[in-house]
C-alpha cells in the first residue's frame, strides 16, 4: 500500500520519524545523566565494599578503577583519604568515612558525598581502612588522571615529574587525556614529550611506538636512550628443535663457530638448567680420594694417579661399576648441543619497533659523537681562554722585555685575594666584581712596578740572577698571603647571573663562567693590539724592544718603558687572578699551579708577539683536553705528556709557532 501513497507524505511521514527518534534518544541520555549524577561516591564503596575492606593487593584494581572512573567530583577527595590511610569504616551500617582524630578513644567523620560532619564515634565502632604500599602506590597511579588536570600548575608538573620517575603502562591514558587541556605552554611541551616516551616503551599498538621513535629520533635526551635501550637488548636463548616464529631474532649462534664453541654451548645449556653438568677435576679428585683402598684406586696405585690421563681412566672404571656419576662423553655433548638452536633473541617482541629503536640510537650515537666533539672544542677553547688570560702579562714581561718572572703566578694570585678582600666589604658580587676588577689591576701594577724599580731594573741581561730572584720574591708573596688569610681555601663568588651553564642540548654544555672568561680573554686581546699599535705607550715599547740604543737615542726613556710595561703586565696579571678566583679555589698556591702553562704559552707562541701568545694557548689548550679525552682519569699524565709534546714541538721549532723577525729575532 506504501506505493500508493504520494511521494511528499511519505518523506513526511520519514522525518516525523526520525524526529521522534532523536527525541527519544535525548530523552534517554538526559536519563542516564540524571542517573550518574544521582550516583554518590558511597554508593560506589559500597559496591566494592568487600575488597575495600580485604585490602588485597591482587583483587583491589576492580575497586580503586571504580572510583577513580566514576567521574564523580568527590572521587579525587576518596581516593587521597585512602591513600592517606584516612579512610574508616562505621561497623553499625558499614558506610566509608574520612576519619579525623579527637583523641586516643576517638574519631571525628565526615561524609565524602556531602563534605558535612556526621560526629564523633569511639574508635572501637570503627574500623581503619590501611592499605599497604603496593595498593598505595596503585592508589597514586590512579590520583595520577585527577592531578594532571588539577587547577594548580604546580601540582600538574609534580604529577608529571611522579610520571617520569615511575613510567608504567597505567599512565598513558591519563597523561594523553591531559594534554589538550593543558594551557600552561611549557608544562604541555614536557606533558608531550613524556607521552612519547610512554608510547614507545608502553603503547600495545606497534604503529603507535614506531611513529614516536620516529618523532623522537636524533634527540639527544638521556630519557630517550634510556627509554630505547631496553628495547634493543638482546639475550642469548637455547630452542630445542627448531626456534619458535613468534621470536624476534637479532643473530643466530652456530656451535663449533670460533665464537661459540661446542663446550661452550654444552656449559650454556647447563647454566639454562636443560642438560646435565659434566664432572669436573677437582669433582674427580673428590671421588678418587673417596675411593681409595689398600693404597689404589680401582686397581690404580696412587704413585701412578700423577696425571690427568690416569686419574680419569681410574675415575672411569669407577663410574663402570656405578660408584660415581659417569662423565658425559664428547659425542654426547654434541649431540645435546646438536638437539639445539641457539640465538640472540630481542626482549621486545615486535621486529618493526626494534628496527625502528635500532635506526634512532645509531642515528643519536652519531649526533652525540658530534656533539661530544663541539663540548670538547668548546671545553679547549675555555682552557685556552684562561692560559691566554693568565700568559697574556708574561708575554709582555717576558716576551718583550725578556725578563724571566718566576713570581708572575703570584700576581694572579694576588689579583684573587684582591677580589676576595672586596667581597668582604662589598656583599653585593656584581658589584663587587666590577669594583675587584680595576682594583686588582691598581694593586698587581703598583707590585710590578715596586719589584721591577727595586729589583729588576738591577738584574737586566742576567737571567739567571733574574729568575733566581723572581723565584724567592713569589716564595715569600706565597708566605705572606699564608700569614694574612691562612692556608684555607677563600671563596670567590661569582654574580648570579653567571650561575649556571648554557646548556644547547643534553651533551653540550658551557658555563657562563667560561663563556666570560672567554669574553673577557678577547677584550684584552683587543685591548693589547690597541695599546700596541695605536698607543704612544706601545710605539715606545716597540722600539725599545726592537733596538734599545736607537730608542734612546731619538728621546725614548727605555727605564721608564721598562717599568710600566712591566707594571701593564702585572696588573693583566691581576685582572686574570680575579677571573681565575671564580672558578678555582682561592689559595696562595694559586699562582702556582698556572705559571708553568704561562711559559710554556709564551715559549711555543712565540716570544715577544701577542698572536703568537694566542695560538700557544690556543694549541696547550686543545692538546691537553685532547689527552684527557683519551685518559680522563688521569689529569696528571695527560699533562706530562702535553709537556713531552711541547719539548718535542720546540726542538723543531725553537722559536715558537709565530717567530720574530729582523733585529728583534736577532736579539
Request: net charge neutral; no cysteine.
Amino acid at each position: 500500500m506504501a506505493g500508493d501513497l504520494p511521494g511528499h507524505l511519505l518523506l513526511g511521514i520519514a522525518k516525523l520519524m526520525k524526529s521522534l527518534l532523536l527525541a527519544g534518544l535525548m530523552l534517554w541520555t538526559m536519563v542516564l545523566g540524571a542517573s550518574a549524577q544521582s550516583t554518590s561516591v558511597q554508593t560506589v564503596l559500597q559496591s566494592n565494599r568487600d575488597l575495600i575492606v580485604a585490602s588485597s593487593r591482587k583483587t583491589i584494581a576492580p575497586a580503586i578503577n571504580a572510583i577513580a572512573d566514576s567521574g564523580l567530583p568527590h572521587a579525587q577527595t576518596v581516593l587521597q583519604t585512602w591513600q592517606d590511610k584516612s579512610m574508616w569504616l562505621r561497623k553499625s551500617d558499614g558506610l566509608f568515612f574520612r576519619g579525623a582524630r579527637i583523641d586516643s578513644k576517638s574519631y571525628q567523620l565526615t561524609d565524602f558525598d556531602t563534605g558535612e560532619t556526621v560526629g564523633a564515634y569511639p574508635k572501637a565502632d570503627l574500623k581503619q581502612i590501611k592499605p599497604n604500599s603496593g595498593i598505595r602506590a596503585m592508589i597514586g597511579t590512579a590520583l595520577v588522571q585527577f592531578q594532571l588536570i588539577d587547577p594548580d600548575p604546580s601540582r600538574r608538573r609534580d604529577a608529571l615529574i611522579a610520571i617520569k620517575r615511575k613510567p608504567s603502562a597505567a599512565l598513558l591514558s591519563p597523561l594523553r587525556a591531559s594534554i589538550a587541556p593543558e594551557t600552561d605552554a611549557d608544562l604541555k611541551a614536557d606533558k608531550q614529550r613524556a607521552e612519547r616516551l610512554l608510547t614507545i616503551a608502553h603503547d600495545p599498538v606497534s604503529t603507535a611506538r614506531v611513529a614516536a621513535i620516529t618523532a623522537m629520533s636524533g634527540d639527544l635526551g638521556v630519557d630517550l636512550r634510556a627509554t630505547l635501550n631496553p628495547l634493543v637488548a638482546q639475550s642469548l636463548q637455547a630452542f630445542e628443535g627448531s626456534i619458535p616464529e613468534d621470536r624476534n631474532i637479532a643473530d643466530r649462534l652456530l656451535p663449533g663457530s670460533a665464537e661459540f664453541s661446542y663446550p661452550a654451548a654444552y656449559q650454556f645449556l647447563v647454566d639454562q638448567g636443560l642438560a646435565r653438568p659434566n664432572v669436573t677435576h677437582d669433582e674427580i679428585r673428590a671421588a678418587l680420594i673417596q675411593h681409595i683402598e689398600d693404597g689404589a684406586v680401582a686397581g690404580v696405585p696412587l704413585h701412578r694417579l700423577n696425571t690427568d690421563d690416569t686419574r680419569r681412566h681410574a675415575y672411569l672404571h669407577l663410574a663402570a661399576e656405578g660408584l660415581v656419576p659417569a662423565p658425559i662423553a664428547l659425542t654426547q655433548i654434541h649431540a645435546k648441543v646438536d638437539a639445539h638452536q641457539f640465538a640472540y633473541v630481542y626482549a621486545e617482541p615486535d621486529a618493526s619497533v626494534t628496527t625502528a629503536a635500532q635506526d634512532a640510537l645509531s642515528d643519536i650515537e652519531a649526533r652525540v659523537a658530534l656533539s661530544q666533539t663541539v663540548d670538547l672544542t668548546l671545553d679547549a677553547l675555555s682552557l685556552a681562554s684562561i692560559y691566554f688570560l693568565a700568559a697574556i702579562g708574561l708575554a709582555i714581561t717576558f716576551g718583550v722585555m725578556g725578563v724571566i718572572n718566576m713570581a708572575h703566578g703570584e700576581f694572579i694570585m694576588l689579583g684573587a685575594y684582591t677580589g676576595y678582600v672586596v667581597q668582604q666589604i662589598v656583599p653585593n658580587h656584581t658589584v663587587s666584581i666590577l669594583i675587584a676588577v680595576p682594583l686588582a689591576f691598581a694593586v698587581t701594577f703598583g707590585a710590578g712596578v715596586a719589584m721591577e724599580r727595586l729589583v729588576i731594573r738591577w738584574l737586566y741581561n742576567r737571567p739567571l740572577e733574574t729568575l733566581l730572584a723572581t723565584f724567592g720574591i713569589s716564595i715569600a708573596l706565597q708566605q705572606l698571603a699564608k700569614n694574612i688569610f691562612g692556608t684555607q681555601a677563600r671563596p670567590l663568588t661569582a654574580p648570579s647571573w653567571l650561575d649556571g651553564a648554557w646548556a644547547i642540548n643534553d651533551v653540550i654544555a658551557i658555563s657562563y663562567i667560561r663563556i666570560a672568561i672567554f669574553l673577557l680573554a678577547i677584550g684584552f686581546l683587543g685591548f693589547f693590539l690597541f695599546l700596541m699599535k695605536r698607543t704612544r705607550l706601545g710605539l715606545e715599547t716597540r722600539a725599545v724592544t726592537q733596538n734599545r740604543r736607537m730608542a734612546a737615542s731619538m728621546g725614548i726613556n727605555p727605564d721608564r718603558v721598562n717599568m710600566l710595561t712591566f707594571g701593564l703586565g702585572s696588573g693583566i696579571a691581576g685582572i686574570a687572578g680575579v677571573a681565575i678566583g671564580l672558578f678555582a679555589k682561592v689559595t696562595s698556591e694559586l699562582g702556582s699551579d698556572y705559571i708553568v702553562q704561562s711559559f710554556m704559552t709564551v715559549v711555543v707562541g712565540g716570544v715577544g708577539n701577542i698572536w703568537g701568545t694566542l695560538a700557544g694557548a690556543t694549541m696547550i689548550g686543545f692538546l691537553q683536553k685532547g689527552i684527557e679525552w683519551f685518559n680522563p682519569s688521569n689529569t696528571l699524565a695527560a699533562q706530562t705528556f702535553m709537556i713531552i709534546f711541547i719539548i718535542i714541538f720546540i726542538q723543531f721549532r725553537p722559536r715558537g709557532i709565530i717567530a720574530l723577525k729582523g733585529r728583534a729575532a736577532g736579539d
